[in-house]
T-cell receptor, first 111, second 107 residues
Framework: EAQVTQNPRYLITVTGKKLTVTCSQN?????MSWYRQDPGLGLRQIYY???????DKGDVPEGYKVSRKEKRNFPLILESPSPNQTSLYFC??????????FGEGSRLTVL | GIQVEQSPPDLILQEGANSTLRCNFS?????LQWFHQNPWGQLINLFY???GTKQNGRLSATTVATERYSLLYISSSQTTDSGVYFC?????????FGQGTELSVKP
């Protein structure tokens, strides 16, 4: 089954404790991206990657890192999480920035 | 940067009614997509529509790129159509989403 898989789906952590949200797709898509969704602010792009070893900042990259070492994986790294990074996170992929397929979301709470 | 505005922000319909959702954008874009976020939070791609008209069952979409807007039509609405509808525009990989239209379809 074609899908975008995120883990963990739910996480509660504390300020400053490094965490990684993994994202994997099995559709051989070149394009992958991360978003956060907050009430009243909608969906905002954090980072995107047009292909392996190519990453670019979206609208809200501060406090996040990404890497694209393999085509199928695009992890989101929070080196030192803060409470303002409490949010619902989505990973998505597409064939060359075409029709976008989303993962199921990861709800992160930073205390 | 580019601005994406959706209207109306909220919409309540009786089952069976038709509706039109609008997405305006302030600059030229590579493409435009419509998504539905269901009440469980899942985001589903409805249309990839940089220009022209597409139809999928009761839903159809039209994008007029030269006038910088797109419309999503929902006909004979069903309770399962409830949720939030987002449009998103693409500028070379950078996606900008509108604030969404929250649709509630009553039985």
């Amino acid at each position: 089954e074609a899908q975008v898989t995120q883990n963990p789906r739910y996480l509660i952590t504390v300020t400053g404790k490094k965490l990684t949200v993994t994202c994997s797709q099995n559709m051989n898509h070149e394009y992958m991206s991360w978003y956060r969704q907050d009430p009243g602010l909608g969906l905002r792009q954090i980072y995107y990657s047009m292909n392996v070893e190519v990453t670019d900042k979206g609208d809200v990259p501060e406090g996040y890192k990404v890497s694209r070492k393999e085509k199928r994986n695009f992890p989101l790294i929070l080196e030192s999480p803060s409470p303002n990074q409490t949010s619902l996170y989505f990973c998505a992929s597409s064939l060359s920035a075409g029709e976008l397929f989303f993962g199921e979301g990861s709800r992160l709470t930073v205390l | 940067g580019i601005q994406v505005e959706q209207s109306p922000p909220d919409l309540i319909l009786q089952e069976g009614a038709n509706s039109t959702l609008r997405c305006n954008f302030s600059d030229s874009v590579n493409n435009l997509q419509w998504f539905h976020q269901n009440p469980w939070g899942q985001l589903i791609n409805l249309f990839y529509i940089p220009s022209g008209t597409k139809q999928n069952g009761r839903l159809s979409a039209t994008t007029v790129a030269t006038e910088r807007y797109s419309l999503l039509y929902i006909s004979s609405s069903q309770t399962t159509d409830s949720g939030v509808y987002f449009c998103a525009v693409d500028r070379g990989g950078k996606l900008i989403f509108g604030q969404g239209t929250e649709l509630s379809v009553k039985p």
